[in-house]
């Protein structure tokens, strides 16, 4: 699976956009992109995975660049209970996620 | 839907002695779960993959023998963490997929052991 690269802090204020940007230049054309976050002391959490086009739920947008080098996970709104650790993860074939040390997002009041 | 849930949440045991952590998936059959574990500011690291009805697939420098686990049925996998030293004081998560048409998986809330 791709290596991803991810800046280790963000912070967001409370109701802006948070965009969490991922790089994963090596990836290859058959491995999605997926996307968790942690909470303190939780499980992660599944939020959103895309493979070329950009994909929306109800928690996040993914945007991936049209070279699919890079992708952007967008929290529209950011509120306080955003604050986790994200993890981008490149994957297929396999279900095994290999976790890196992914973005801790602050979201301030 | 896609709920894991996890028992105990938190557990204290003496050093020599045997803990056994479950995960069941509630609402879903699990075919595949996993156990991983996480040291305080690291990372989740994988340590075995268990498919329902054989035997688990240890990451490499994990003991088979140390970390029992069961995977009894399509909704339960259990680890036990045998004979265990402070060194093995860590929080463990398990998950587990829903089917086969993503990779996604779901989370259980995590286990926090201290070894006394």
């Known amino acids: 699976d791709a290596k991803t690269t991810q800046p280790p802090s963000m912070d967001c204020a409370e109701g802006r956009a948070a965009n969490l940007p991922c790089n994963h230049s090596t990836i290859s054309g058959n491995e999605y992109v997926y996307w968790y976050r942690q909470i303190h002391s939780q499980g992660p959490q599944y939020i959103i995975h895309g493979l070329k086009n950009n994909e929306t739920n109800e928690m996040a947008s993914l945007i991936i660049t049209e070279d699919r080098k890079s992708s952007t996970l967008i929290l529209p709104h950011a509120t306080l209970r955003d604050t986790a650790v994200y993890y981008c993860?490149?994957?297929?074939?396999?279900?095994?996620?290999?976790f890196g040390k992914g973005t801790k997002l602050s979201v301030i009041p | 839907g896609a709920v894991v849930s996890q028992h105990p949440s938190r557990v204290i045991c003496k050093s020599g002695t045997s803990v056994k952590i479950e995960c069941r998936s509630l609402?879903?059959?699990?075919?595949?779960m996993f156990w991983y574990r996480q040291f305080p500011k690291q990372s989740l690291m994988l340590m075995a993959t268990s498919n329902e009805g054989s035997k688990a697939t240890y990451e490499q420098g994990v003991e088979k023998d140390k970390f029992l686990i069961n995977h009894a049925s399509l909704t339960l996998s259990t680890l036990t963490v045998t004979s265990a030293h402070p060194e093995d004081s860590s929080f463990y998560i398990c998950?587990?997929?829903?089917?086969?048409?993503?990779?996604?998986?779901?989370f259980g809330p995590g286990t926090r052991l201290t070894v006394t």
């Open positions: 609402d879903f059959q699990a075919t595949t």
């Open positions: 998950s587990a997929t829903v089917g086969q048409a993503s990779y996604e998986q779901y």
């Open positions: 993860i490149a994957l297929a074939g396999s279900y095994q996620l290999t």
